[in-house]
């Protein structure tokens, strides 16, 4: 066996890609569910919702009925109309059949973006991912409805003190920033 020892490891190369990872799981937290209290509003909490016809599945119909609780104008802008699931729910979704055994929904290419009536299909794990009374699992929508501010530029810290017992040196990332629904009526929500 033969160890490697890397002389010389891109730091900031490094850190950038982990603190802006981490800040960018938070951000889609709040984007998602955030209560606009010390925090953004969340789609999810912003957008009118549509009753699963089951609490504990989903259908095709579920989607259609959520889809049509958007309104027709708000679903012909481009590449900003989507639907926003967690990866759990499309497998579900992937796996429902016919009568016949076919699968309704048809495969996917390698290389190709989801798609779902012709809407992509976005995967997250900021998502509800059980069909149990009350859980929010699919959201659908035209995020040219959403308004997403950066109030200032990302700050970057670094203590060689915090841990220096340790002989560690800390980093923390800084970024203000908030969210608004500008139109509810552009977002449904599917609850079961």
Same mark, same amino acid.
């Given at each position: 066996?033969?160890?490697?020892?890397?002389?010389?490891?891109?730091? &900031? /190369?490094?850190?950038?890609?982990?603190? #802006?990872?981490?800040?960018?799981?938070?951000?889609?937290?709040?984007?998602?569910?955030?209560?606009? @209290? @010390?925090?953004?509003?969340?789609?999810? @909490?912003?957008? @009118?919702?549509?009753?699963?016809?089951?609490?504990? /599945?989903?259908?095709?119909?579920?989607?259609?009925?959520?889809?049509? #609780?958007?309104?027709?104008?708000?679903?012909?802008? #481009?590449?900003?109309?989507?639907?926003?699931?967690?990866?759990?729910?499309?497998? &579900?979704?992937?796996?429902?059949?016919?009568?016949?055994?076919?699968?309704?929904?048809?495969?996917?290419?390698?290389?190709?973006?989801?798609?779902?009536? #012709?809407?992509?299909?976005?995967?997250?794990?900021?998502?509800?991912?059980?069909?149990?009374?009350?859980?929010?699992?699919?959201?659908?929508?035209?995020?040219?409805?959403?308004?997403?501010?950066?109030?200032?530029?990302?700050?970057? /810290?670094?203590?060689?003190?915090?841990?220096?017992?340790?002989?560690?040196?800390?980093?923390?990332?800084?970024?203000?920033?908030? &969210?608004?629904?500008?139109?509810?009526?552009?977002?449904?929500?599917?609850?079961?």
């Amino acid at each position: 066996m033969t160890l490697r020892i890397v002389a010389g490891i891109d730091l &900031a /190369a490094f850190l950038g890609q982990q603190l #802006g990872e981490r800040i960018g799981r938070a951000q889609e937290a709040h984007f998602l569910t955030g209560t606009g @209290s @010390s925090q953004p509003e969340g789609i999810i @909490s912003a957008a @009118s919702t549509t009753t699963a016809a089951s609490a504990t /599945a989903i259908g095709i119909n579920d989607l259609i009925t959520l889809m049509n #609780g958007v309104d027709p104008a708000y679903k012909t802008t #481009g590449g900003s109309v989507a639907f926003v699931m967690h990866q759990t729910v499309w497998s &579900a979704l992937r796996r429902l059949q016919d009568s016949q055994g076919r699968q309704l929904i048809s495969d996917i290419q390698a290389g190709q973006a989801p798609e779902l009536f #012709g809407y992509p299909v976005l995967l997250t794990s900021g998502m509800d991912s059980t069909f149990v009374a009350t859980k929010k699992t699919v959201l659908f929508g035209n995020f040219d409805y959403y308004a997403i501010r950066d109030v200032a530029n990302l700050v970057v /810290a670094r203590s060689a003190d915090r841990f220096f017992e340790y002989h560690q040196t800390a980093f923390l990332a800084l970024q203000r920033t908030d &969210a608004k629904c500008l139109n509810a009526a552009a977002f449904r929500v599917l609850v079961h």
